[in-house]
């Protein structure tokens, strides 16, 4: 049995979570941490990771980035990994994951879908066989009218992906509306959508010559992200100190 403390467990993410492991057998929250204790749970929360004193496998985090660097020094201290999960970190925050992983097993990627994370590297055998025949590289990405930030961070790996095939020499062309100028061979064009309540939508597009290959990844609710962290705390536990993905975990299987 995978013990697990489920950091942000009062956040939608973290409820999506608690839900979840409630029907696994091998997994169960034994304690959760949020600064918004009004939700009733079966498991005892506190305000912060410092003062959570139940022993535990693994930490699941979905919560805030200000959160962030406590959290890193208590998986340190105290010797759990971490499902690491939450976005927007600073670039001090990010040296701290790289220096953290040195002492603790920390797992961190651009998106915890297992379908998304497979076809990143679909991707990056694709665009070995279509960008040297000549086709163009084109990728679209829809969310919903709360997210602040353009394009997505899945959108960023999945052109990251194809762009370690031919060691970084593509750019990444955001906005077509400032310069009247035909696309270059060598750049990827990368377009934000955001409406509704679309969860996740990104299609990428090789265009050649009378044909046209596009690959689709559609996440319809954010258990997808959460089944995923789940799989990653399953791997992560008792895993040595590093950095992984979910590559690791994919590979796992």
């Known amino acids: 049995m995978t013990r697990v403390i489920m950091h942000g467990c009062n956040g939608k993410m973290g409820r999506v979570i608690t839900d979840i492991i409630a029907q696994d057998e091998n997994i169960e929250i034994v304690a959760g941490v949020d600064v918004f204790n ?19 496998d693994v930490i699941i985090d979905f919560a805030a980035a200000v959160a962030v660097d406590g959290l890193l020094d208590y998986c340190v201290a105290k010797q759990v990994p971490c499902v690491l999960c939450t976005t927007g970190l600073s ?74 095939e031919f ?10 509306s400032q310069v009247r100028e035909k696309r270059s061979a060598k750049e990827i064009g990368i377009s934000a959508v955001r409406g509704g309540t679309i969860v996740g939508d990104h299609d990428v597009i090789f265009a050649g ?45």
């Open 38 to 56: 009004q939700v009733q749970n079966t498991y005892p929360v506190f305000s912060d990771i410092s003062e959570c004193d139940v022993e535990a």
């Open 209 to 253: 010559v009378d044909e046209v290959i596009t690959f689709s990844h559609r996440a319809y609710s954010k258990a997808v992200f959460g089944k995923g962290a789940v799989q990653a705390a399953k791997f992560l536990a008792g895993k040595p100190a590093g950095k992984y993905d979910m590559s690791d975990v994919i590979n796992a299987q």
């Open 91 to 164: 670039a001090q925050q990010l040296a701290k994951v790289e220096e953290s992983a040195k002492k603790v097993a920390i797992l961190k990627s651009a998106n915890m879908s297992l379908g998304v994370n497979a076809l990143l590297k679909l991707l990056k055998e694709a665009a070995g066989i279509f960008a040297p025949a000549g086709f163009d590289i084109e990728i679209v990405e829809k969310h919903h009218n709360l997210k602040v930030d353009a394009p997505s961070g899945t959108a960023l790996a999945m052109a990251d992906s194809i762009n370690e």
């Open 167 to 176: 060691d970084n020499s593509y750019e990444y062309v955001y906005d077509r």
